[in-house]
């Protein structure tokens, strides 16, 4: 399996982004899929999760500026991320476990500054 994540750039404070996670292989449709980021100098924290059903959980950090999705035809994983904040700065990384095993995208980094 393997991970592609696209989407991110530099914006304003207040703008929005879609971040793009895209897979190859079929085991991706019905495993969990997660967003993480990673600030400068902070760990790795978990943004939000998807679920093969659709069903959605979110860091409260996020809630209610951030949605998760997911197109299981393709197979992708979308992170639409509304009114970002300086504090959304990082480098954010679509994941996804498989019998115990992680695999990671790239990530792509997000940028908000004014």
């Known amino acids: 399996v393997q991970l592609q994540a696209s989407g991110g750039g530099l914006v304003q404070p207040g703008e929005s982004l879609r971040l793009s996670c895209e897979a190859s292989?079929?085991?991706?449709?019905?495993?969990?899929v997660n967003w993480y980021r990673q600030a400068p100098g902070k760990q790795r924290e978990l943004v939000a999760t998807?679920?093969?059903?659709?069903?959605?959980k979110y860091a409260d950090s996020v809630k209610g500026r951030v949605t998760i999705s997911r197109d299981n035809s393709k197979p992708a994983v979308y992170l639409q991320m509304n009114s970002l904040k300086f504090d959304d700065t990082a480098v954010y990384y679509c994941?996804?476990?498989?019998?115990?095993?992680?695999?990671w995208g790239q990530g792509t980094l997000v940028t908000v500054s004014s």
């Open positions: 994941n996804m476990q498989n019998f115990g095993r992680p695999y």
């Open positions: 292989g079929n085991i991706f449709r019905i495993r969990d």
């Open positions: 998807i679920n093969p059903n659709g069903s959605t």
